[in-house]
């Protein structure tokens, strides 16, 4: 009696009184790939309430990165061993670059060609004029925009692309990472997912451009946000 390719794809290997499993390389694409989509699903219609969505998210992936592909949060560009200081301050610099660029040239640009258009913000009104919001939401965009945002689409999602795709598959996971960021910002409309590809692209470079190093794009973005919800805060966007 034969048995399925699937199953000669799982081989079981005994640990003590747990069967663990090794998976292929094509099961595990398969798995990332559902990964990827639920990721960029799960976010934004569970209704968790003030981004606890991420707990879940990085948990699934952690389970993954463990019993799936044997890999570690190392291996998507993320470890405590290294970090550097260049990374806030160079981070910092950067932000302040490229929000300048999109605020004063690349948008006001953008908005002749789509004149009904505005980036929808509205998620964060209730930050304007409230110091306690602005904080709260300020510690917010360090946790989930600089930390699990990164982690999740310029680590865990563009490796998996990385491996999907053989051939010429820096290039290809680094574009379509920048699409599946800025559509994941859907909500904020067409400027908006533009804004945020743009800035995904800065982000996602400034990883690859120092050694892939995650810590980098963690602070590029934490700090693009800081200076964006600065500008709600004071009523200014």
């Not at 981004?51 to 998210?57: E, G, K, L, M, N």
């Not at 949060?73 to 981070?91: M, R, Y």
């Not at 010429?168 to 804004?195: C, K, P, R, S």
Request: aromatic share 22%.
């Amino acid at each position: 009696m034969q048995k399925c390719s699937l199953c000669k794809e799982l081989i079981p290997i005994q640990f003590g009184n747990v069967i663990m499993q090794k998976f292929s390389s094509t099961i595990q694409k398969i798995i990332s790939a559902f990964i990827i989509v639920f990721a960029f699903l799960f976010p934004h219609y569970t209704g968790f309430p003030f981004f606890s969505y991420t707990i879940i998210v990085l948990f699934v992936i952690w389970l993954f990165l463990k019993y799936i592909s044997k890999e570690s949060f190392n291996d998507i560009f993320f470890s405590f061993k290294i970090f550097q200081s260049k990374a806030i301050w160079s981070g910092a610099i950067a932000a302040i670059i490229l929000f300048s660029l999109l605020q004063y040239v690349i948008m006001p640009l953008l908005q002749r060609f789509f004149p009904t258009q505005t980036i929808n913000l509205h998620d964060y009104d209730f930050i304007k004029g409230n110091l306690v919001n602005y904080i709260l939401v300020m510690i917010a965009a360090l946790i989930v925009g600089g930390f699990y945002e990164e982690l999740v689409f310029h680590g865990f999602i563009f490796t998996r692309f990385e491996r999907i795709f053989n051939r010429q598959q820096t290039v290809i996971a680094f574009t379509l990472t920048t699409i599946v960021f800025a559509a994941y910002h859907f909500q904020q409309g067409i400027l908006g997912m533009i804004n945020a590809g743009i800035a995904g692209c800065a982000y996602h470079a400034f990883i690859l451009k120092n050694n892939r190093n995650l810590w980098y794009g963690l602070f590029f973005h934490a700090f693009y946000d800081f200076i964006g919800l600065s500008f709600i805060y004071a009523g200014h966007n």
